[in-house]
């Protein structure tokens, strides 16, 4: 995987509300105005761009849907152009916790590779992730790498929802070229919201085929959190960085992904050809290829309830003894319910990852755009 040197971090950022609600600019007129994907039931949409008088927007309820309404994994009509998560408000009670690791670091010099660390769903939130790595170490207090020979896996889904995603490219570019100059290494994997931030950069409102109707890539990245500041800022750099991620990893027994699904087996049997076609793919630069590939990496929950039997499978085909993931945040594997804004009650506290599918899944998204907690953590975990 091809990693490069980038920008270091803007000090100025806008702050944004940490929930899934739609930015206001979707309704702006111009480069940024909503296209609203054809067959779908939006409502009615004038010249303008907004909804027409006494007709509510859909996609801006804050309802939670039961968890039962969340299968196993989404089907293969599921098509990723509303948000299919709601919104979880502060204030706990649940506690997740998990013991750290029982592998001590390796002392540096000993010949053996640093410690391996992974980092959950970041969506643009720079100064969380700036603080989690200090927290453990791995940058100091200017944000440079500290860590020595450690190694450092990103699961994906640097950007959308929060204020700063090109920020956090930037940051990972660049603890990228330090790392490898201390001994250690920054890597990544490839999220669904860099397919998304990808497609509309490249696809705009080109149609495509969706499970409901025609859709757009950018209604779609507006829907799910995009950011004007972020396509704005994001550059050539950016976008070459993005395209080569790979898809999958596989890590002192931790098969790294970012998504909970077996939409990976159609991409190939084994790592390495995953990956390719993951890059080919996208070097075809072909709409409807690159919204099908996104599609069914949005897909989630494939490892929850009696899920075990699906990790197997990743497990048989790929190697490793577990699977490391992101994406799916932790409330929702957990089939959390959230209070409304507004309304008494609590929902849960994520303090480390969810184990879960008899031990065979580690969960990552600690739910950082829903007041949860940006994850940084040692691997293998003593449990």
């Given at each position: 995987?091809?990693?490069?040197?980038?920008?270091?971090?803007?000090?100025?950022?806008?702050?944004?509300?940490?929930?899934?609600?739609?930015?206001?600019?979707?309704?702006?007129?111009?480069?940024?105005?909503?296209?609203?994907?054809?067959g779908?039931?939006?409502?009615?949409?004038?010249?303008?761009?907004?909804?027409?008088?006494?007709?509510?927007?859909?996609?801006?309820?804050?309802?939670?849907?039961?968890?039962?309404?969340?299968?196993?994994?989404?089907?293969?009509?599921?098509?990723?152009?509303?948000?299919?998560?709601?919104?979880?408000?502060?204030?706990?009670?649940?506690?997740?916790?998990?013991?750290?690791?029982?592998?001590?670091?390796?002392?540096?010099?000993d010949?053996?590779?640093?410690?391996?660390?992974?980092?959950?769903?970041?969506?643009?939130?720079?100064?969380?992730?700036?603080?989690?790595?200090?927290?453990?170490?791995?940058?100091?207090?200017?944000?440079?790498?500290?860590?020595?020979?450690?190694?450092?896996?990103?699961?994906?889904d640097?950007?959308?929802?929060?204020p700063?995603g090109?920020?956090?490219?930037?940051?990972?570019?660049?603890?990228?070229?330090?790392?490898?100059?201390?001994?250690?290494?920054?890597?990544?994997?490839?999220?669904?919201?860099?397919?998304?931030?990808?497609?509309?950069?490249?696809?705009?409102d080109?149609?495509?085929?969706?499970?409901?109707?025609?859709?757009?890539?950018?209604?779609?990245?507006?829907?799910?959190?995009?950011?004007?500041?972020?396509?704005?800022?994001?550059?050539?750099?950016?976008?070459?960085?993005?395209?080569?991620?790979?898809?999958?990893e596989?890590?002192?027994?931790?098969?790294?992904?970012?998504?909970?699904?077996?939409?990976?087996?159609?991409?190939?049997?084994?790592?390495?050809?995953?990956?390719?076609?993951?890059?080919?793919?996208?070097?075809?630069?072909?709409?409807?290829?690159?919204?099908?590939?996104?599609?069914?990496?949005?897909?989630?929950?494939?490892?929850?309830?009696?899920?075990?039997?699906?990790?197997h499978?990743l497990?048989?085909?790929?190697?490793g003894?577990?699977?490391?993931?992101?994406?799916?945040?932790?409330?929702?594997?957990?089939?959390?319910?959230?209070?409304?804004?507004?309304?008494?009650?609590?929902?849960?506290?994520?303090?480390?990852?969810?184990?879960?599918?008899?031990?065979?899944?580690?969960?990552?998204?600690?739910?950082?755009?829903?007041?949860?907690?940006?994850?940084?953590?040692?691997?293998?975990?003593?449990?």
């Amino acid at each position: 995987m091809t990693q490069g040197a980038g920008q270091g971090p803007e000090v100025v950022r806008t702050a944004t509300l940490r929930d899934f609600r739609v930015p206001g600019y979707v309704h702006e007129t111009g480069p940024y105005a909503q296209n609203t994907p054809q067959g779908e039931s939006a409502g009615p949409v004038g010249e303008s761009g907004r909804y027409a008088p006494g007709e509510s927007n859909p996609y801006m309820s804050s309802e939670p849907p039961p968890p039962s309404e969340f299968p196993g994994e989404f089907s293969e009509g599921y098509t990723p152009t509303q948000r299919d998560l709601p919104v979880i408000n502060r204030g706990d009670t649940q506690q997740v916790a998990v013991a750290p690791s029982g592998a001590p670091a390796p002392a540096p010099g000993d010949g053996g590779p640093g410690p391996l660390y992974v980092v959950g769903d970041v969506h643009g939130y720079l100064d969380q992730l700036l603080a989690a790595l200090q927290d453990k170490g791995l940058v100091d207090a200017a944000g440079n790498w500290s860590a020595g020979t450690a190694r450092l896996w990103f699961l994906g889904d640097f950007t959308d929802r929060g204020p700063d995603g090109i920020g956090v490219i930037d940051l990972v570019m660049r603890l990228s070229a330090e790392a490898a100059a201390a001994g250690g290494y920054c890597k990544a994997l490839m999220g669904n919201h860099e397919l998304l931030l990808l497609g509309a950069k490249r696809f705009g409102d080109t149609p495509v085929s969706s499970g409901a109707g025609t859709a757009t890539f950018q209604a779609a990245w507006l829907l799910n959190g995009g950011q004007k500041t972020d396509m704005d800022r994001l550059q050539d750099h950016h976008l070459q960085w993005m395209a080569r991620l790979d898809a999958m990893e596989l890590v002192d027994g931790h098969l790294l992904v970012h998504s909970d699904t077996t939409a990976y087996l159609d991409y190939g049997d084994s790592i390495e050809a995953v990956n390719d076609t993951v890059r080919e793919t996208l070097t075809r630069n072909d709409a409807e290829d690159c919204w099908d590939l996104f599609r069914k990496f949005t897909r989630r929950f494939a490892f929850r309830d009696d899920g075990a039997g699906a990790v197997h499978e990743l497990l048989d085909t790929y190697g490793g003894t577990r699977i490391v993931h992101g994406h799916s945040p932790i409330p929702y594997l957990l089939g959390e319910t959230v209070p409304e804004d507004g309304e008494a009650g609590a929902g849960p506290v994520i303090e480390g990852p969810h184990v879960y599918a008899d031990g065979l899944a580690i969960a990552m998204d600690g739910g950082v755009t829903m007041a949860g907690k940006l994850l940084v953590q040692q691997l293998p975990l003593d449990i």
